[in-house]
């Protein structure tokens, strides 16, 4: 079966929603040979390939060793759990941000920060020079729709471009009438209504759940029947996931459908000493699931479904693999196709991950950079660290006196990103809309003039120095002052 298929001759999106009407009236003026040899030009188009649809689940705040999929033993998560049954899980997939404005721009730009120009949820909006992936689909027919949860994605941060629907957080929406984000349930409300008034066309559907974000309030019964509300705030969007699957199945368009599953980066959870997420880089927070279903067996004899890839991949990956699935000629990204690994050709492309945290500037601290391949992982700092991930998964031993040059060439590769991001930056605007930037500052994000590029001189404090003064300052509630923070 050639899923594949982009179906360039095909009807444009109106003309199919019209076919059976014009299909009716033509027959009734054409003698009955005409009448037999337009009902088998039907037939025949009906039964070409169409094109695939793609539907992309992004998770907020979601560390991927709190899913039952990736060994979390207290919960069961049938939406994700079926998803990964019928299609790939990678194993080590990771974000290139601790927020969600970053990550969700790489992923749909294919670009790492310093490439696309976001690297803060408060600092600049996506610049429309960068081509996403909505409007790859939108120029090739799709019909393309989002629906996002957080003020953090609001339309005016970039993402928007490509998308014909785009509904984010509205004045008044949210329970308490507080704009800042929706549940869940909403979510799916609003994309099921959507995608019932499109027609027949091709879809393109987003969907962004930001429920397991602090403050954890998950709705009953999932707040009584879970001790942790932060596992509560997953399984009520686990239950939205196969809600939205199930309307998907019911309109015959998950048969057809890519369905990716990801999370824009994780959550600390107090390791390392950092309660939720934005300022570190250990892999807590980068660390994320990335569940890739697609319709159909594979062409091949290699992965199909509730298959595993242990490679390290990247959420920029994401951007040319759907490209490449779908036969649309590739972007120039930072990303690749993952498609080697999913139909089973290659188990490893030795990739290595980069990723960022600009958000300690905000606070006065030293910016961080991290690159990681399969098994070590650097992280650039006024004290740099060095882990061993094979044997140190959770980045307690940093052994950088005893690999320095392991630890001077992933520093290297860092320098050059440093210099891209000095290349790429331009007199584009900071500007950030004044109820925008108040509403992040609702949400917990400090924010402050324009983040300074990476390769700038680094301020002397360290945040691992800073971090418990911080967070003990917020439980506290005495404000956000970095003075005095530091050990």
Not at 235 to 264: K, S, T, Y
Not at 266 to 276: A, I, N, R, V
Not at 420 to 434: I, L
Not at 464 to 487: H, V
């Amino acid at each position: 079966m050639n899923w594949f298929s982009h179906g360039e001759s095909r009807m444009s999106r109106h003309e199919h929603q019209q076919s059976g009407t014009w299909l009716s009236s033509v027959g009734r003026a054409l003698p009955p040979l005409g009448v037999v040899l337009l009902t088998l030009a039907w037939v025949w188009w009906s039964a070409v390939p169409k094109p695939a649809q793609l539907v992309l689940i992004t998770i907020d705040t979601t560390r991927a060793d709190r899913l039952s999929l990736y060994g979390f033993a207290d919960a069961t998560m049938p939406a994700l759990e079926r998803l990964a049954r019928d299609g790939v899980v990678f194993d080590q997939a990771i974000s290139v941000a601790p927020l969600t404005l970053p990550a969700h721009t790489s992923l749909f730009t294919g670009l790492f920060p310093p490439g696309h120009g976001v690297r803060d949820n408060a600092g600049r909006a996506l610049d429309e020079n960068h081509t996403t992936l909505a409007e790859v689909l939108r120029d090739r027919g799709y019909c393309t729709g989002a629906f996002v949860s957080s003020v953090v994605l609001d339309p005016s941060r970039g993402l928007a471009q490509g998308f014909e629907h785009y509904a984010g957080v509205l004045p008044g929406a949210r329970r308490e009438a507080t704009p800042l984000q929706r549940r869940a349930d909403e979510v799916v409300a609003d994309a099921i209504r959507w995608f019932d008034g499109i027609g027949t066309c091709p879809l393109f559907l987003w969907t962004h759940f930001y429920d397991p974000h602090r403050p954890y309030e998950p709705p009953e019964p999932y707040r009584s029947r879970y001790f942790d509300p932060y596992i509560g705030e997953i399984m009520f969007v686990d239950a939205q996931i196969g809600r939205l699957l199930d309307a998907l199945e019911q309109r015959h368009r998950l048969e057809n459908a890519i369905v990716i599953v990801a999370a824009d980066h994780g959550e600390s959870l107090g390791e390392h000493g950092e309660e939720d997420h934005g300022i570190f880089v250990y892999e807590s927070v980068l660390r994320v699931p990335l569940i890739v279903r697609l319709p159909g067996s594979l062409t091949t004899s290699g992965a199909t479904g509730d298959s595993r890839v242990a490679d390290l991949v990247r959420l920029v990956d994401v951007m040319p693999t759907v490209l490449d699935l779908l036969r649309i000629p590739a972007l120039v990204t930072d990303g690749v196709s993952l498609t080697p690994l999913l139909d089973g050709s290659r188990n490893a492309l030795g990739l290595e991950g980069y990723a960022e945290s600009m958000y300690p500037r905000q606070l006065g601290w030293s910016s961080l950079a991290a690159l990681r391949d399969n098994r070590f992982k650097f992280i650039q700092a006024p004290q740099p660290e060095l882990y061993d991930l094979e044997s140190d998964p959770f980045e307690r031993t940093n052994i950088i006196r005893d690999h320095p040059a392991v630890a001077q060439t992933m520093s290297r590769r860092l320098g050059q990103a440093e210099s891209r991001d000095e290349r790429e930056r331009t007199a584009r605007s900071d500007h950030v809309d004044a109820d925008v930037r108040a509403r992040l500052a609702a949400l917990g994000y400090a924010a402050g003039t324009s983040v300074a590029p990476l390769h700038a001189a680094r301020p002397a404090l360290d945040p691992k120095d800073c971090i418990a003064g911080y967070e003990q300052r917020r439980r506290d509630n005495t404000g956000l002052s970095p003075k005095g923070f530091c050990q």
